[in-house]
Structure formats: structure tokens, C-alpha cells
């Protein structure tokens, strides 16, 4: 049998666990993990389905817009990460997933709330663009690793 000493420490350190774990931010999002993740037809619906803010960056190999918008979405990705899911699906290789959407130029950012397509960004645009409709889904990246 254990003693008052024991259990009141065993209670200390399951206290303690409790706290660390109320403190931790919720997670919005969770399958933005802070990385630009690849689609295929076979997996679009599917993690689409499953989040709640998703950007999707329809591409080509080829493109040098789609080429200069890719260091753009990672840093997006980072800075929502937990926020909002990031991914991308070549143009070339998922044309029943394109075709879906009528994708006719690249680079085509379409936007997912809820797994519903709500909109999209076509052409090349800059981080504040991106990070203007970001921050009306989602209420803003997370500062928390600024400071």
C-alpha cells in the first residue's frame, strides 16, 4: 500500500502533466503540420475532406510562376502551421482532379473551408496576399514563435 507521501506526490506530478497540457495551444488544423504537402488523384477528396482550411496549389513542372510561388507557400505553411493545411497537385499527372475544377492556367491556388472549395488566387501573388485571405479564415499565423 502506498503512503500519504506517495500519493500526494503521485497527484503533484499528474497536476503538473494536466497544466503543461491545458497551456499547449489547440490545434486548429490537424493536418497542417508546416509543410507543403503533394496530392494525387487518388488522395484529393479524401484529405481535403478532412480539414477545415486547406490551400491547394495547382502546378506544373514546367511553370516559373509555379516555381517562384512554391518558397512563397512554404513559408505560408510554416507560419499557419496548425492553422491551416497546405498542399499541392501537379497539373500534369492528376488531370481528373483538374479537370474537376476546369484548372486551365497555372499557378492556380484554389481555397477549401469546411472541404468545400471556397474560392480561388489565380497567377503568381506575393506572401501578403496569400497571408490576407490566410488571416480571415483563420484569425492569423501563430506569433507565438516571433517572440
Given at each position: 500500500m502506498l503512503s500519504d507521501d506517495e500519493l500526494e506526490e503521485i497527484r503533484r506530478r499528474k497536476m503538473k502533466?494536466?497544466?503543461?497540457?491545458?497551456?499547449?495551444?489547440k490545434v486548429a488544423e490537424p493536418l497542417a503540420n508546416g509543410l507543403v504537402n503533394q496530392l494525387h488523384d487518388h488522395n484529393f477528396w479524401q484529405i481535403i475532406q478532412q480539414t477545415k482550411v486547406a490551400f491547394v496549389d495547382f502546378?506544373?513542372?514546367?511553370?516559373?510562376?509555379c516555381k517562384a510561388l512554391a518558397p512563397i507557400f512554404a513559408e505560408l505553411a510554416k507560419d499557419y502551421e496548425g492553422k491551416a493545411y497546405f498542399a499541392k497537385i501537379d497539373i500534369d499527372r492528376n488531370r481528373r482532379t483538374v479537370g474537376q475544377f476546369g484548372v486551365q492556367s497555372v499557378p492556380m491556388v484554389i481555397v477549401f473551408k469546411e472541404g468545400k472549395p471556397v474560392g480561388n488566387l489565380p497567377g503568381l501573388r506575393g506572401y501578403a496576399d496569400y497571408d490576407m485571405v490566410l488571416s480571415q479564415l483563420t484569425g492569423g499565423p501563430d506569433t507565438s514563435s516571433y517572440v
Open positions: 502533466i494536466l497544466m503543461e497540457q491545458a497551456q499547449k495551444p502546378y506544373g513542372e514546367w511553370c516559373n510562376p
